[in-house]
């Protein structure tokens, strides 16, 4: 089982975007949910035997370039393979074994850094990185919709969307392999991240869905009575809570990493594992994660494509609502 990770999230806000306490809001940061991070997160290495500037994550176990931008100008999707591909040459170990040579990361690493309570760039505070764009960073992740587009990551907030592969976007190189992080079910170049079980879900006895792979149970059904802006979302959750929805007490409007922790990015329409056993799904669901750009918007994330974007909270445009709940084994 791998635990989808903390977003960060500290702070709740209302649907104008100003600060409100946490205690029953059902947000992010009142649930605190996920995998909880190590402090310190991050761990300068020694550049004498661990490379040019590397930065250990005791989250993830990946290794990040200390330089968030080596190559300072954004390059296209190829040049961007090529210039990772261009710092293992220039290493003196040319025979590194793959989990120790510079590449591009997958969708799902490049999100772990993610600070959901932070902006310009949405990463932890007290973070040892350089030149850290609030851009948009390729990943190797091609996208199953677009097959001439890759994913990348914009680190001004933490969006996930695609560009064409002769587009513009920074580099930021990893190396390593992580056990806390899942396969994106893409098959990235090179394949990284941790298998999924199969099955990958199992129908409960009370009719819930659980997730084998993140240890959540999610509702059948992926659509709570319609679309709705943010705020109902949230009071419809709180609801099955009330009436005890399949017997549990315990939902709650996923953080936009337990949303996205159910994306296989090799499909789409929907970006859900092939055999999943979700009914009535929809485009596009809220997250109780608040955007840290602009705290009157939320994240969200688009199904249809597995993309990660935001929702204006007080509408006009709604969007759908799915629940999930944390059960022990």
């Given at each position: ?10 702070r709740c806000f209302g649907a104008d ?122 990943t190797s992740t091609r996208s199953a ?185």
């Open positions: 089982m791998i635990r989808p990770l903390g977003t960060g999230q500290m975007g100003a600060e409100v306490p946490c205690s029953g809001s059902g947000q992010d940061a009142e649930q605190r949910s996920g995998a909880p991070w190590p402090k310190p997160r991050f761990e300068p290495l020694s550049q004498e035997t661990d490379g040019p500037g590397a930065v250990l994550d005791r989250l993830t176990g990946l290794e990040w370039s200390r330089n968030a931008a080596p190559f300072e100008f954004p390059l296209t999707w190829e040049e961007a393979r090529q210039a990772c591909e261009g710092m293992n040459a220039a290493d003196a170990d040319t025979s590194a074994p793959p989990e120790r040579r510079w590449r591009l990361p997958n969708r799902r690493e490049l999100f772990s850094l993610l600070d959901f309570d932070r902006a310009n760039p949405a990463l932890p505070e007290g973070h040892p990185f350089e030149n850290v764009p609030s851009l948009a960073c390729w919709r677009n097959t001439e587009y890759f994913w990348y990551v914009q680190l001004s907030g933490g969006r996930m969307f695609y560009h064409r592969a002769d587009s513009y976007a920074m580099v930021w190189p990893v190396r390593g392999e992580s056990a806390a992080l899942p396969a994106t079910g893409r098959d990235d170049e090179p394949a990284t991240g941790a298998p999924w079980p199969e099955p990958r879900f199992v129908m409960l006895e009370n009719g819930a869905v659980r997730d084998r792979l993140s240890g959540l149970a999610w509702t059948p059904a992926a659509n709570l009575d319609g679309p709705c802006l943010w705020t109902e979302a949230l009071a419809r959750v709180a609801g099955l809570n009330r009436e005890g929805h399949l017997g549990l007490d315990s939902w709650r409007l996923p953080t936009i990493r337990e949303l996205e922790s159910l994306v296989d990015a090799s499909r789409h329409d929907p970006a859900l594992p092939e055999a999943h056993p979700f009914a009535d799904w929809q485009e596009a669901y809220w997250s109780s994660t608040t955007s840290s750009y602009e705290t009157d918007w939320a994240m969200c994330l688009y199904l249809h494509k597995g993309a990660v974007g935001v929702g204006y909270k007080p509408g006009p445009e709604p969007f759908s609502v799915w629940a999930c709940a944390d059960l022990s084994e």
